[in-house]
């Protein structure tokens, strides 16, 4: 068995907290590197995404400075990839190049090697990406065996490379052991040895055995740190390599390329790793997929069957949550308008910060969810938001000229258009095809947007909250994929689901028996078919006019809603609600639902004021609850960025409110997190309709 291929990839996220990197360094990037130092015998392949190279070149150049001497030395090779690690087959081709060309620049700029390889962020194939890989003059990357599997190939002949092509691009393509990800760091470093021993009989064609995964398990991870470093996995790790030096032969994956020929030509289908297949399915195809493959483990016969599974992929993370299609969507628009304005006018200046700020936004994280947080964090989405207002702005694009202007395009790709309104200060997207609803709510000034919720979906996991017992602790660490615990107690009581995307000006007509409570949990009964329905869309004179014609209690009603620019940073969205005939029921309510999400959250920088004021037994804090009669005025608060969205009512409204909270499965266990706040005003209703208007007002503090 004469290879061994150690291959390490360090990320963290555009927008990930200053003390959660910082920790990740002090807890395996820094140690790590430090170890495998000590062992120059031991080659070591490795990437570390840009975002994340640039906070260790201003923060730790220590870091840099002792993989410097290691690539000088020969011990370590450095890998390029997408500079702000993207999915790179959902971004723009260019896009795409340009990010591998800006890593590649780079990598060669601090070691003086221009990078061969390319990291593929979460592994993330579609066969058209030899074409780009090497029109960005790279040659090879490192994926799971995994996918080879899917192509119909044995484990017993993935001992080495192979040959992949799209349209005559030709890059190498290596195949990572499941097992080796299994085993590394999380079993006894004897039975790791004695797996590498078995290898030299189990493969057929080939002879290395080739890890690539993250850096993170190397004391990140829950309990890897203790294991891997005070316990000593790592040094028994690195010593067993060094001892069976006689015919276990470290490389880098360049060096093992240089001497071994490809074992053969394969076409890989579109895949990621195992575990993606199933975090991108539907929760119900989810669990089911789940339960299939521990079904199928069990059997005497099946891995014969296991190889032929598959779930989805990583693309129907844009299907599963319309909140991410709308994030990749807005990012493409903001791609499209710096293309286009790339061909206008000579590159430079205020177009190159903003395709920065658009490189940033396409960091992969925020766009999908699985045991990580991504889409579930909202300051990751945050900051996705922010790049992509920046993009604009600095490119000056988004808004040009004085007052307001009115736009229908089909943003989001579901074959219906939007109706975006633009104003110096403000970006408002409606979907009048969903409830006419307003669906981001961008104050550009301060970057960000109000309307960065996410709606509280199924997760195929979560039954497993539902069932779980206690979970005894083993001597050894365990991956992520094997764990279950909980942040806090009585997460259970939080599985509630909705079912749509969460929106603002999104109308209900309620019964008389609807309360705080039923409503929160989504068991009211609405007495129209208003909400999320399809509205006809107009523009004139700088007003988007809304309307509807539908039933309720009954009867047929119109509803109309008018939304214009007021000045830079405010509008009004007027309703007229009219009664086809009359109504005698009195026990029902006209209401509209708004959902907002200030950057900080419901943490002690954002609060709520209100006219009347709200009792002070209940909270003014975004994440309070509770009911308030007669409101006619309300602001919410933000003093950490200095943001105020203050609305005010022409008639007087009963308000109820309440913070949304999801649950979630992240490394660390389950956890709630605060997804932004619902604040539903309702009016009553006279025989023959009524009226109301919402002025919003959007500015800095």
């Known amino acids: ?322 909140e991410a299609n709308w994030l990749h969507k807005r990012m493409l628009l903001v791609s499209k308008e710096l293309s286009r304005l790339s061909t206008q006018a000579r590159p430079g200046g205020g177009l190159e910060r903003a395709r920065t700020f658009l490189y940033k936004a396409q960091c992969n994280d925020a766009y999908w969810h699985g045991v990580f947080g991504g889409l579930y964090l909202p300051h990751l989405r945050t900051k996705v938001y922010e790049n992509l207002i920046r993009a604009e702005e600095s490119a000056g694009t988004g808004f040009t000229g004085e007052g307001a202007t009115v736009e229908f395009m089909d943003l989001d790709a579901d074959g219906h258009d939007e109706a975006v309104i633009r104003t110096e200060d403000l970006g408002l997207f409606f979907s009048p095809h969903n409830g006419g609803g307003l669906y981001e709510l961008d104050y550009r000034p301060r970057a960000a947007n109000l309307s960065n919720t996410l709606s509280r979906w199924e997760e195929g996991y979560h039954y497993k909250l539902l069932s779980m017992g206690s979970v005894e602790a083993g001597a050894e660490a365990k991956s992520i994929h094997e764990m279950v615990k909980v942040k806090e107690e009585g997460l259970e009581k939080y599985l509630k689901y909705d079912t749509s995307r969460r929106g603002s000006f999104m109308e209900h007509f309620l019964d008389g028996g609807a309360t705080l409570d039923s409503f929160f949990e989504n068991e009211y009964r609405d007495l129209g078919d208003f909400f999320q329905g399809r509205y006809d869309a107009s523009a004139e004179d700088g007003t988007l006019k809304l309307s509807r014609e539908g039933s309720a209690l009954g009867v047929g009603y119109t509803v109309l809603k008018e939304v214009k620019a007021l000045d830079k940073s405010s509008f009004r969205v007027k309703y007229r609600v009219k009664s086809h005939e009359k109504v005698l029921r009195r026990d029902f309510r006209f209401a509209v639902e708004l959902n907002l999400m200030l950057p900080c959250c419901d943490g002690p920088a954002c609060k709520y004021q209100s006219s009347p004021p709200m009792p002070d037994e209940e909270g003014i804090g975004l ?72 002025t919003v007002r959007v500015e800095g503090i």
């Open 1 to 322: 068995m004469p290879y061994f291929i150690f291959c390490i990839h360090n990320h963290q996220p555009v927008g990930n907290f200053e003390s959660v990197i910082e920790d990740a360094y002090r807890d395996s990037y820094w140690p790590f590197l430090k170890a495998i130092a000590k062992h120059p015998s031991i080659k070591l392949t490795i990437h570390n995404s840009g975002f994340l190279f640039d906070w260790m070149m201003e923060n730790h150049p220590e870091y840099i400075e002792l993989l410097r001497s290691m690539v000088a030395s020969g011990q370590a090779e450095v890998m390029g990839g997408g500079y702000y690690e993207p999915v790179l087959c959902v971004i723009p081709e260019e896009d795409r190049l340009s990010q591998i060309r800006m890593m590649s620049d780079k990598v060669e700029e601090v070691f003086g090697k221009r990078p061969r390889g390319i990291w593929l962020a979460e592994r993330v194939w579609e066969p058209m990406l030899p074409t780009t890989i090497r029109n960005a003059g790279l040659e090879y990357l490192l994926v799971d065996d995994y996918h080879f599997i899917k192509a119909g190939l044995d484990r017993k002949d993935l001992g080495g490379y192979y040959i992949t092509e799209d349209q005559g691009n030709v890059v190498r393509i290596f195949p990572g052991s499941e097992a080796l990800r299994y085993l590394i760091p999380f079993r006894q470093v004897d039975a790791l040895e004695d797996h590498l021993k078995e290898l030299g009989t189990f493969l057929r064609k080939g002879d290395a055995a080739i890890y690539g995964d993250d850096g993170e398990k190397f004391g990140v991870w829950p309990g890897t740190h203790k294991w891997v470093f005070d316990e000593g996995w790592l040094d028994a790790f690195f010593g067993m390599v060094e001892k069976n030096a006689e015919w276990l032969k470290s490389v880098t994956i360049s060096e093992y390329l240089d001497r071994e020929d490809a074992l053969g030509k394969v076409y890989l289908p579109t895949t990621s790793y195992m575990e993606m297949g199933e975090w991108a399915l539907p929760a119900e195809a989810s669990r089911t997929y789940t339960e299939l493959i521990e079904d199928v483990k069990g059997m005497e016969d099946g891995g014969r069957i296991r190889r032929f599974l598959q779930g989805g992929t990583w693309r129907n993370f844009f299907a599963k949550y319309p």
């Open 623 to 694: 994440g309070s609850r509770g009911e308030v009669k007669g409101i006619r005025e309300l602001g919410l608060i933000d003093t950490h960025l200095g943001i105020k969205a203050e609305i005010l009512l022409s008639a007087p409204a009963t308000l109820w409110r309440f913070p949304i909270h999801t649950v979630s499965l992240s490394e660390g266990g389950f956890e709630k997190i605060y997804q932004g706040s619902c604040l539903l005003f309702q009016f009553p209703v006279k025989e023959d309709g009524m009226e109301a208007a919402f």
